[in-house]
């Protein structure tokens, strides 16, 4: 079987021979089972013999696991001497998870654990508590552009690492690039850009035939996660309200959120909107990021913005699949993708927020690490100069970074100010 290519793959590889447990979590079809399976492939062609592979959505398994773990995998070991790879798929499933697994840890010291499950686990269960010390987590997310990239077209793909690396040590390190004359795959690359933003990355999404076919995956992942995660999981019955707050979200992408207008939108209450978005969070559906502040005067330090995951979830729970020409919001998907590829790139080394004052000045993302920030402004325009708004010349005055990172449609560009080298950069290679 041919498997779809996931980064995450590779790190999961690296930690495969400590002792700690691996997790991997993230949304519902998102690809865990495959990962499971792609690593139990791969140990059985290194040689590795003893690989137990179990999937909690098998009842028999689940119930005797659930009424004596102990014994449960104790069945599978033939001498404490061989070392032994357990992979659990669905492990959610599982009642009190985390001390069951905290118990088969400190039982077994030559078994590694290798488990997947949904994010709904972290809700309902005090796993993490139990396994503090004993696990790596890993989350797995919808592909990102360079995954989808991958499996479409290896040509563009080399391309786009190229110039993807670059602006990636710029950002991450401070690392100067020359900015090339001219770019001849801008284009190419951009109608790849179109179909992530508008149908998403999920592996059977990417692998649907056409659109129709698309729109017919992701109303299945919707309904599915709306079903086991919402309903079964969280015991959410006003599935009616949970709709209509998503949709109400999706058209407010890359805004300021009122949880006031929310609740009364939704015909719902404060309170329950907090819990909902923080499901809607822990369940990767939505990412809301803060302000960044340091002057208590005039910078706001409340409301959050919001975005989503998946586009193709966004653009279903509003029922618009209209090609990006013609989108009003084509600005806010593509902020939206610049804050997901971003969050993949500093990987929690830096704090991800948006920076806005009292007077309105306003910029998209500022990374920050200590003292050190980096301002990030989106411009989904087919720019012919190196212009720059009055926001960022605000944070630029304010803070004096460094460096700073202005994502246009298709112009590359750079330009000095004061200390702050800014470099414009397409957002196809982000």
């Given at each position: 079987m041919e498997y779809l290519e996931r980064m995450l793959f590779g790190e999961v590889k690296k930690w495969i021979h400590r002792r700690e447990i691996i997790a991997i979590k993230g949304p519902r079809q998102s690809g865990k089972t495959t990962l499971l399976e792609m690593l139990k492939n791969w140990l059985e062609k290194k040689g590795t013999k003893n690989i137990v592979y179990l999937s909690f959505e098998d009842r028999d398994n689940l119930e005797k696991f659930e009424l004596d773990p102990k014994a449960f995998i104790k069945s599978f070991i033939e001498s404490e001497r061989k070392r032994y790879f357990i992979l659990i798929d669905e492990v959610h499933y599982c009642k009190d998870v985390g001390q069951k697994l905290k118990l088969l840890y400190d039982t077994f010291k030559n078994v590694?654990?290798?488990?997947?499950?949904?994010?709904?686990?972290?809700?309902?269960s005090e796993t993490a508590k139990f396994l503090v010390g004993r696990v790596f987590s890993f989350e797995l997310?919808?592909?990102?552009?360079?995954?989808?990239?991958?499996?479409?077209?290896?040509r563009l793909t080399r391309v786009f690492l190229e110039k993807h690396k670059q602006i990636e040590r710029f950002v991450m390190d401070g690392k100067n690039f020359r900015i090339p004359?001219?770019?001849?795959?801008?284009?190419?690359?951009?109608?790849?850009?179109?179909?992530?933003?508008?149908?998403?990355a999920y592996p059977e999404v990417i692998k649907a035939k056409n659109d129709e076919e698309k729109k017919i995956v992701i109303k299945n992942?919707?309904?599915?996660?709306?079903?086991?995660?919402?309903?079964?999981f969280l015991h959410i019955t006003d599935t009616i309200k949970f709709k209509k707050l998503t949709a109400l979200l999706s058209s407010q992408v890359a805004k300021l959120i009122s949880y006031e207008k929310l609740a009364v939108s939704s015909k719902s209450?404060?309170?329950?909107?907090i819990r909902l978005l923080d499901i809607l969070q822990q369940t990767y559906a939505i990412r809301l990021i803060r302000p960044f502040y340091k002057n208590l005067v005039t910078e706001l330090r409340k409301n959050p913005k919001v975005y989503f995951i998946d586009y193709g979830l966004k653009n279903y729970a509003i029922n618009n699949f209209a090609p990006l020409e013609i989108r009003q919001e084509r600005g806010e998907l593509a902020e939206n993708f610049v804050l997901n590829e971003l969050g993949l790139m500093v990987n929690e080394k830096f704090f991800i927020n948006f920076w806005r004052t009292t007077a309105k000045a306003e910029v998209d993302f500022i990374l920050s690490k200590g003292d050190e920030t980096i301002p990030v402004e989106v411009k989904f325009e087919e720019l012919k100069k190196q212009k720059i708004g009055k926001s960022l010349f605000s944070f630029i005055n304010n803070y004096s970074p460094k460096r700073a990172l202005i994502v246009t449609k298709n112009f590359w560009g750079e330009r000095k100010i004061g200390r702050t080298l800014i470099k414009f950069v397409p957002i196809v290679y982000l």
């Open positions: 590694k654990f290798i488990i997947t499950g949904s994010s709904s686990l972290e809700i309902t997310l919808p592909f990102s552009f360079y995954e989808f990239l991958n499996a479409k077209d290896k004359s001219s770019d001849i795959f801008v284009k190419d690359i951009m109608k790849y850009l179109e179909e992530f933003l508008i149908f998403g992942i919707f309904n599915t996660y709306l079903e086991k995660d919402i309903v079964s209450y404060f309170k329950e909107i």
